[in-house]
């Protein structure tokens, strides 16, 4: 190992955790990336990851970063059958990115510390690209422990680190105001630029004009290319935001607070979930706006 290297386990291997698994093995870590996907496993192993069982060296490792969908399958994954966190050894940090509920994380740094485990809430955000060149944005609460103990594989993996605060649930918080911003601002483009549509103003067109006046938005200008392109393989898919704008929901319910315009930009994405489309890209909800219109989008048939 190079000076300062560390043994990281990487759990899940979908867009963003491959890329996160890569960027900490170019770091020189020695790195076992795990996922149910036995291909994206064999793949990174191809890369230099590490061969042999996770459980295997699960007594050895210092960092684990855990980038499944939701609090469930962390969960799962932590302290389910053959949880990873009764593996650890004492002062060994798990470093949780999946969009949780703020209860659900300080929940989870608890029975971290029951096993002497280090808990570092720390939800992800920059897409596939920036997870892969190591430049996420990464919305992180915990103890100071924990922020020392993860600090050499946030420094592989984050161009920006925000410390939130000494205890979890803080980092899920500003996730959910960063998921309620992002999800808007997705279905606010497919709805302008199918508006525009109607208006004779090409989506090509749209994407050249807007993203140089002030409607325009970091969302708008990486997702309204997409539907230009016609190509909706997925980077960030349709069902995340059912997910992440129910979360967002259930926070604001709890907190009394209303919140009408995530309201109805998590319809649209449902109703993009329910025309089939939950697997394509997130753009795809622009689909929702334009067969209601009875509009052709760029790469479809009329």
Same mark, same amino acid.
Request: net charge negative; glycine share 10%; with cysteine.
């Given at each position: 190992m190079t000076k300062g290297s560390r043994n990281i386990g990487v759990i899940g291997l979908g867009s963003m955790g491959y890329g996160m698994a890569v960027s900490a093995l170019r770091d020189?870590?020695?790195?076992?990336?795990? *996922?149910? *996907?036995? $291909?994206?496993?064999?793949?990174?192993? @191809? /890369?230099?990851?590490?061969?042999?069982?996770?459980?295997?060296?699960?007594?050895?490792? *210092?960092?684990?970063?855990?980038?499944?969908?939701?609090?469930? !399958?962390?969960? $799962?994954?932590?302290?389910g059958d053959d949880g990873l966190v009764a593996q650890l050894r004492p002062g060994a940090v798990v470093v949780a990115c999946a969009t949780v509920p703020p209860a659900c994380a300080r929940d989870m740094a608890a029975r971290c510390a029951a096993h002497g485990v280090l808990y570092l809430d720390?939800?992800?955000?920059?897409?596939?690209?920036?997870?892969? #060149?190591?430049?996420?944005?990464?919305?992180?609460?915990?103890?100071?422990?924990?922020?020392?103990?993860?600090?050499?594989?946030?420094?592989?993996?984050? /161009?920006?680190?925000?410390?939130?605060?000494?205890? $979890?649930g803080a980092g899920s918080a500003m996730k959910a105001v960063n998921q309620l911003l992002a999800g808007v601002h997705i279905a606010a483009m497919a709805e302008a630029l199918t508006f525009g549509m109607t !208006?004779?103003?090409?989506?090509?067109?749209?994407?050249?004009?807007? #993203?140089?006046?002030?409607? #325009?938005?970091?969302?708008?200008?990486?997702?309204?290319?997409?539907?230009?392109?016609g190509d909706y393989a997925p980077l960030s898919s349709v069902n995340i935001?059912?997910?992440?704008?129910?979360?967002?929901? *259930?926070? $604001?319910?709890?907190?009394?607070? #209303?919140?009408?315009?995530? /309201?109805?930009?998590?319809?649209?994405? @449902?109703?993009?979930?329910d025309m089939g489309l939950g697997g394509e890209d997130d753009a795809a909800v622009a689909k929702v706006y334009a067969r209601s219109a009875g509009l052709t989008l760029p790469g479809e048939t009329a």
């Open positions: 020189g870590h020695r790195v076992w990336g795990v *996922d149910i *996907d036995a $291909a994206h496993m064999a793949r990174f192993r @191809s /890369e230099g990851g590490q061969g042999g069982a996770l459980s295997e060296a699960a007594g050895t490792l *210092d960092a684990v970063a855990v980038v499944v969908l939701n609090a469930a !399958q962390t969960d $799962a994954v932590l302290f720390a939800p992800i955000s920059g897409g596939a690209a920036k997870a892969a #060149s190591g430049q996420l944005t990464i919305m992180a609460s915990g103890t100071a422990e924990a922020f020392a103990a993860a600090r050499p594989l946030l420094d592989s993996l984050a /161009e920006t680190v925000f410390e939130l605060g000494e205890a $979890a !208006q004779g103003v090409a989506p090509a067109k749209f994407v050249e004009v807007i #993203s140089k006046c002030a409607g #325009s938005s970091w969302m708008l200008e990486n997702r309204a290319p997409h539907v230009v392109a935001w059912p997910k992440d704008l129910g979360i967002v929901l *259930d926070i $604001a319910r709890s907190a009394q607070f #209303s919140a009408p315009i995530t /309201e109805a930009a998590l319809q649209q994405f @449902s109703a993009a979930a």
